[in-house]
């Protein structure tokens, strides 16, 4: 399964997660993993969706993106000793696998 959903450890997530009105659930990377482990999938893999680089404009974006997500990454590492899987964009994509389940 592959699926794109509002991220609650972005470093902002509301615009995304209370910007529509279906999404009812937000998750980060960790608890949208215990979730689907419970639904008895495995291989479980959350990342960014960085901003796509297209153009000169964009790649400044996608610069300035990897700039700004250290801020959250250093303050998670001080804060917790970890970095949260390190996903701190508003949307974030996420893969997983279900053994026996031949669609």
Do not use: C, Q
């Not at 960790?30 to 960014?48: D, T, V, Y």
């Amino acid at each position: 399964m592959l699926l794109t959903t509002p991220n609650g450890a972005a470093l902002r997530p509301g615009p995304v997660a209370f910007g529509d009105l279906t999404h009812e659930t937000i998750f980060t990377p960790r608890s949208i993993a215990l979730a689907l482990r419970l639904a008895g999938f495995s291989s479980i893999r959350a990342w960014e969706i960085a901003p796509p680089v297209h153009g000169l404009r964009s790649a400044a974006r996608a610069v300035l993106w990897r700039v700004l997500r250290l801020f959250p990454l250093v303050v998670d590492l001080v804060e917790s000793g970890s970095t949260s899987g390190g996903v701190y964009s508003r949307v974030m994509a996420v893969e997983a696998t279900k053994e026996g389940d031949g669609g």
